[in-house]
């Protein structure tokens, strides 16, 4: 028999049981423990959850016997009866994961009403229509989530009833009405299901508990937790609390409210409130909801009272809080706390304003934002003089902020096509719901028609970072047609919109944008990261605008500039082809000279923003056939040029042509067959770094050889490289201070480290490439199967766009180890766009690389992961010294 206790009443938890009790009922405990007025009931644990799916997705008896003990305890405490005939306790059914997982999961409410006790709350309140109003809900919600019915099919008969009653708001659906709906209600479900619906509330509420367990691996929970990262087998708590009623006349309601702005972060009380509503009606858009600020007039002691009691909270949990609350009859009831989503923006403000009011110490801001989350920080947003000329078609809530332009998508699942193709969208809906959150993802920015500040696709969208535009009434969205109407504008998918989710402002076709400027707080936090971290951050430009921008957002030198991407310009690349095609040293070198002080004036520029600060230049990596001209007319220039026929540059282009040009002749290979391309790139990185030294610059420049497997060749590479420095220096009468490493990016160098560390004076990890030959897939390719292999569980999280620490990361602390052996004082760095990834950054932190590189814009998000690490580090150090003593 298993004695483990499965199910706790809230006054037998706290916040700190959250693993246990879900994040929703650890907070129900500890408001009850505050004093607060919560509804009482019981939760039923997360490792119930976890057992449901052991026990075949079924309630075993010892659990059913536990939770019929709190029923009863919490009929006492009410002093009511579940499914009583006179005055029936009736419940909610929600759940509550470890990590707020915000409308994906499902809910019930109202269980326990019956044929017999719907009479008995109608006489108990002397409201027959309330009582209707809610069994109706009840029927609704218990077939949709428990028996998988269409919900649709129950809209249509209120639909109906709503028509024949001659009312346009389902509030004012008169009473008898609202029985002729209950009874179709059960009509349609004893039709689909071929039985009568439940009228044993034990039998209701069990089978919504299952349902709620089973609602944690349905198809938007699975996707939310994988953009998310959240574990899969952490398992949703439920919790089972006696109902309020919102809908029980003009005196009662029920709303959502924040302690702060969510999107600004700003210190004042933000959210809407519905009259005679229970909660769906709020987050699902149906009605517009009124601001809380107008519950002020309305009902002034309740306002206050809700006023108070965010701030209580607020101060308890040292963060900004979501609440969830019901009126019932003027009395106040908080049905839910939890520190709430928020933007970016917001994000930033409220962990500096805290600090500011002493509830935060400047560790604990800098441990409550999610890296990641950032990333919104860090996009263009619309050109003041560009919306000057823009066409504005509409204005909605600004519901989450952001500038976005993308052509219109009627459906989640075009959304999700169409981003597949690199094509911008914007998400267009009459109002979005949890199974919009693929094509919500995908979508560049967000519009819908109806629901407010509150409403599922302003949530939604915030949590995403996603501009959001809520509301927007004038908006006819007509999805069969795949036409949105404006006033007499009419577009369709094929049409372009920018949404400014700041504003709430939709603008007809394109708007051009502007960089983000990162001051304020942002930069005040960003200081605080700095002062933390041990790793170091670096960018990779190849440009000095890319330079520049890695400057302002924090960076402290270039991790990785491609010179290749230097090659690709309109005013080299030609003369690049005719070296590649040349069939003569003297041909080549007469192209290099071409090349050459273009180069140098490349490295020039990078090195006069950087201004003494360290610049990793990568000398050519790519295979040649990259650079061909594809073009007759281009081929006809190159063709020229080097004095042969059109068809002999046509043979010599075929000839060029690789099977696997990732394995093929590139990198340093290129440089052992043609020694004269190296040595022309380290003659124009050497007198531009002369020419900074003249100009009282001190540069040292560091050169990276790539795609090394073996010592031998990488000697024979840098020493060519070294000889044509060192006469270039002797001739010009200076020195140069300068290093030569290599990017380490072949399973082989990993393994051979310790010899290659004999040449190389730094290793850069090029984790891009080291994941591709390790796994034996190409990036390119692997989104053909990458996304079934993450479906399927066999990938965790895609490697590409994290460290695979298993094998990947098993191969790069080899190399640490290794180089290290050889060269103690070795430099080690990342520069593969994983070092913008924040758990990729502190496992770089933890087997101990000296700095990651990554692009410009994702420099803030690096700063701050390799401070929390750092953090994380000091409070593992303290609890093991805790531990000790």
Not at 210 to 237: C, K, M, Q
Not at 296 to 309: G, L, N, S
Not at 379 to 389: G, S
Not at 544 to 554: C, E, K, V
């Amino acid at each position: 028999m298993d004695n483990k206790k499965y199910v706790y009443g809230f006054d037998e938890g706290n916040k700190d049981m959250r693993s246990l009790l879900g994040g929703k009922g650890a907070n129900l405990a500890e408001m009850t423990k505050l004093g607060i007025n919560v509804p009482f009931g019981f939760t039923v644990s997360t490792e119930a959850c976890i057992r449901y799916y052991a026990e075949d997705k079924q309630l075993w008896d010892e659990l059913v016997d536990e939770i019929k003990k709190h029923i009863k305890k919490t009929e006492e405490v009410l002093g009511k009866k579940f499914g009583d005939n006179e005055n029936p306790l009736l419940f909610s059914v929600r759940s509550g994961a470890v990590v707020s997982m915000p409308g994906m999961m499902d809910t019930v409410l109202n269980l326990g009403l019956t044929d017999v006790s719907v009479e008995g709350l109608a006489k108990s309140t002397n409201n027959p229509r309330f009582a209707y109003d809610s069994y109706r809900r009840f029927i609704q919600m218990f077939s949709d989530v428990s028996k998988g019915l269409d919900s649709e099919h129950f809209e249509e008969i209120l639909a109906d009833e709503r028509q024949k009653a001659g009312v346009e708001l389902d509030k004012d659906i008169p009473a008898e009405n609202l029985k002729e709906v209950v009874r179709r209600y059960k009509e349609l479900y004893k039709k689909e299901l071929g039985e009568e619906f439940p009228q044993d509330p034990i039998e209701q509420l069990l089978a919504a508990v299952a349902a709620v367990f089973a609602s944690w691996n349905n198809e938007r929970a699975i996707l939310y937790r994988r953009l998310n990262s959240i574990p899969h087998d952490l398992g949703t708590a439920v919790n089972v609390q006696s109902m309020v009623f919102g809908n029980n006349g003009e005196t009662s309601g029920t709303g959502v409210a924040f302690s702060r702005d969510p999107s600004t972060g700003e210190n004042v009380l933000y959210g809407e409130y519905l009259i005679n509503a229970q909660g769906e009606d709020v987050v699902a858009g149906i009605r517009t909801p009124s601001h809380i600020s107008e519950l002020e007039k309305q009902m002034p002691e309740v306002y206050k009272e809700f006023y108070d009691t965010a701030q209580k909270l607020e101060n308890h949990y040292r963060d900004m809080q979501d609440l969830e609350f019901t009126i019932d009859n003027g009395k106040l009831y908080i049905l839910q706390t939890r520190n709430g989503k928020r933007t970016a923006q917001a994000a930033v403000n409220i962990a500096v304003e805290l600090v500011n009011e002493g509830l935060r110490t400047k560790d604990e801001a800098l441990l409550m934002i999610e890296p990641t989350q950032l990333d919104q920080l860090l996009h263009p947003t619309f050109d003041e003089k560009a919306l000057e000329k823009a066409e504005k078609l509409t204005k909605g809530l600004a519901a989450s902020p952001g500038a976005a332009t993308g052509y219109i998508s009627f459906s989640a699942g075009d959304a999700t096509l169409r981003n597949a193709k690199n094509e911008p969208v914007i998400l267009v809906r009459t109002e979005t719901s949890p199974e919009d959150l693929q094509g919500m993802d995908s979508a560049k920015g967000i519009l819908t028609s109806r629901g407010g500040m509150t409403s599922h696709a302003a949530v939604v969208a915030r949590g995403m970072g996603k501009c959001c535009v809520a509301g927007a009434h004038e908006v006819l969205v007509n999805e069969k047609e795949k036409t949105v109407t404006i006033g007499d504008v009419v577009l369709g998918e094929n049409d372009m919109i920018s949404l400014d989710g700041s504003t709430g402002i939709v603008y007809k076709g394109e708007v051009a944008t502007n960089d983000p400027e990162l001051s304020g707080n942002f930069a005040t936090l960003m200081s605080w990261a700095d002062e933390v971290r041990r790793l170091q951050i670096r960018a990779n430009a190849d440009t000095p605008h890319d330079a520049q921008q890695a400057l302002d957002l924090g960076a402290e030198g270039v991790g990785l500039c491609r010179t290749e991407h230097m090659f690709f310009a309109e005013d080299r690349i030609n003369a690049v082809r005719e070296m590649i095609l040349s069939n003569t040293l003297a041909q080549r070198e007469k192209a290099l000279a071409k090349i050459e002080p273009i180069q140098e004036e490349d490295f020039y520029d990078i090195y006069k923003v950087m201004n003494g600060k360290a610049v990793t230049i990568r000398l050519l990596d790519p295979p040649l056939h990259e650079f061909l001209p594809h073009t007759d007319e281009d081929i006809a220039i190159v063709a020229k040029e080097l004095g042969v026929t059109i068809l002999e540059q046509k043979k010599a282009i075929d000839d060029l042509h690789e099977v696997n040009p990732m394995l093929g002749h590139r990198g340093l290979r290129l440089a052992i067959t043609f020694p004269e391309i190296y040595q022309m790139q380290a003659r124009a990185i050497t007198k531009a770094a002369l020419r900074m030294k003249e100009e009282g610059v001190d540069v040292k420049p560091e050169i990276m050889i790539p795609l090394a497997g073996d010592a031998k060749e990488l000697e024979v590479v840098a020493s060519s490289i070294r000889a044509e420095i060192d006469k270039l220096c002797e001739e010009n009468g200076q020195e140069l201070d300068y290093h030569i490493g290599t990017m380490i990016e072949i399973p082989r160098a990993t393994l051979l480290a310790d010899e290659i560390a004999e040449v190389a004076e730094f290793f850069s990890f090029g984790t891009n490439d080291l994941t591709q030959m390790t796994y034996g897939f190409s990036r390119d390719d692997a989104g053909k199967f990458l996304a079934q292999y993450l479906d399927d569980g066999i990938f965790e999280k895609d490697p590409f766009q994290v460290i695979d620490q298993k094998g990947v990361g098993k191969l790069m602390k080899n190399a640490v180890k290794l180089g290290k052996r050889t060269r103690p004082n070795i430099k080690l760095g990342i520069c593969g766009e994983h070092g913008g990834e924040p758990s990729s950054v502190a496992f770089c932190d933890e087997i101990g690389l000296d700095y990651v590189s990554c692009s410009p814009f994702r420099v803030p998000i690096s700063r701050l992961s390799a401070a929390q690490k750092t953090l994380r580090d000091r409070q593992l150090q303290m609890t093991r010294i805790t531990e000790l003593f």
